[in-house]
């Protein structure tokens, strides 16, 4: 079967950087997302990877190791409206987009 | 303002009941969908048109119909409700064409609840 794993939760410091891993099992690969979405709204796009190595972003950076089936979001200088859950989604070989269930980050001031 | 909206964000009917949900977007895009995310947060998808085509029909139950007017628009009917409807419904549209590099646009969702 297809799978994403993330952690369900994690907590943070204002002002502190978070890594957060997402590791996927797919039928093949075209590509991984992160969104971030805050409680009660609509999923936001953050980042796209397709080839190995790091995407930045302003606070934001994305990392893709496909032989490894592994990716992390990593956040600097982190503020408080960055308290939200992140999304993982993987799209496999038949284009079909397979999502994580999401990691809840708690910033603390 | 440039957006995918769908209507209403609140939901809330008896069992039983048939209801719609309308989406709408003004953004130029040639792929709609639909997802529901349920109490443990899994985004699922259900529906995906592209030019008032289907081309993704997930193993959602016959209750469940889709209707796309046009390729801005993107309704989903739902007859029957069952408590387990209750969730929220996200609309999203996505640029047409290379379907596995473009970024998901979101509605704010419609939280359904069923009684």
């Known amino acids: 079967g297809q799978n994403i794993d993330q952690p369900t939760e994690m907590t943070a410091t204002e002002g502190a950087i978070v890594q957060i891993n997402c590791t996927y099992q797919t039928s093949g690969f075209n590509g991984l997302f992160w969104y971030q979405q805050h409680a009660g709204e609509a999923p936001t796009f953050l980042s796209y990877?397709?080839l190995d190595g790091l995407e930045e972003k302003g606070r934001f950076s994305s990392f893709l190791s496909r032989s490894k089936g592994y990716s992390y979001l990593l956040l600097k200088e982190l503020q408080m409206k960055d308290s939200a859950s992140y999304l993982c989604a993987v799209t496999d070989s038949n284009y079909q987009l397979i999502w994580g269930a999401g990691t809840k980050l708690i910033i603390k001031p | 303002d440039t957006a995918v909206s769908q209507t209403p964000k609140y939901l809330v009917t008896q069992m039983g009941n048939d209801k719609s949900i309308k989406c709408e977007q003004n953004l130029g895009h040639d792929t709609m969908y639909w997802y529901k995310q349920d109490s443990k947060k899994f985004l699922k998808i259900m529906f995906s048109y592209n030019n008032k085509e289907l081309i993704i029909n997930e193993t959602v139950p016959n209750r469940f119909s889709p209707k796309s007017p046009d390729k801005a628009h993107l309704n989903l009917h739902i007859n029957s409700l069952e408590l387990g409807d209750s969730a929220v419904y996200f609309c999203?549209?996505?640029?047409?064409?290379?379907?596995?590099?473009?970024?998901?646009?979101f509605g704010n969702g419609t939280r359904l609840t069923v009684t």
């Open positions: 990877n397709v």
């Open positions: 999203a549209s996505s640029q047409g064409g290379d379907l596995y590099n473009s970024p998901l646009h």
